[in-house]
């Protein structure tokens, strides 16, 4: 018997052994940033949402997508902070590398958060606004009067506006 080949089935080849390596790439990299952090997974993997602990064991959620050509491109990354830092990506860079990252920026955004939650524990903070990539809070003041406080940053120690 004769197997015969269409003209797409080089390609088609080609194709399965590219997402066969990518996968397991993928799998690999999970495995090395551990896979108690994976909160959810895309089905065809460009797609990853990560749970990440910082030093005050604050959650926050770093999400991630994949191109198919990963690790030549870098992934796209978006995380519920006030300001995303700028990856830093080589075709030897892994998964690890976007959380370790990740994790250098939240350390750097430490005494911001801590300042808010200051704030929270003294004044009385409407919470509909309440969100780690914020950078203001809502104070009641009493009959329905609010002040908008906007927290530097960068200094989250200075005055506020």
């Known amino acids: 018997m004769m197997n015969r080949m269409g003209c797409g089935e080089p390609t088609r080849s080609k194709e399965l052994a ?15 940033i551990g896979w ?12 990853l949402s990560l749970r ?17 050509t990963y690790p030549k491109c870098p992934p796209s990354i978006s995380a519920d902070v006030p300001y995303m830092f700028d990856l830093e990506w080589s075709t030897h860079s892994r998964l690890k590398n976007v959380v370790q990252q990740y994790q ?3 350390e750097k ?29 809502r104070i009641n ?15 989250p120690r200075s005055l506020p506006e």
Do not use: P
Request: include cysteine.
């Open 18 to 32: 590219t997402s066969t390596r990518f996968h397991r790439l993928v799998y690999s990299e999970i495995e090395e």
């Open 36 to 47: 108690e952090n994976l909160v959810r997974l895309g089905g065809d993997l460009t797609f």
């Open 52 to 68: 990440i602990l910082d030093k005050k064991g604050r959650v926050h959620f770093l999400e991630v997508q994949l191109d198919k």
């Open 104 to 106: 250098e920026h939240l």
């Open 109 to 137: 955004l430490q005494e911001f958060w801590s300042t808010l939650e200051d704030i929270e524990k003294t004044l009385w903070v409407d919470h509909k606004m309440s969100s780690l990539a914020v950078s203001s809070c």
């Open 141 to 155: 003041i009493g009959n329905d009067c609010f002040i908008v406080l906007s927290i530097n940053i960068i200094d």
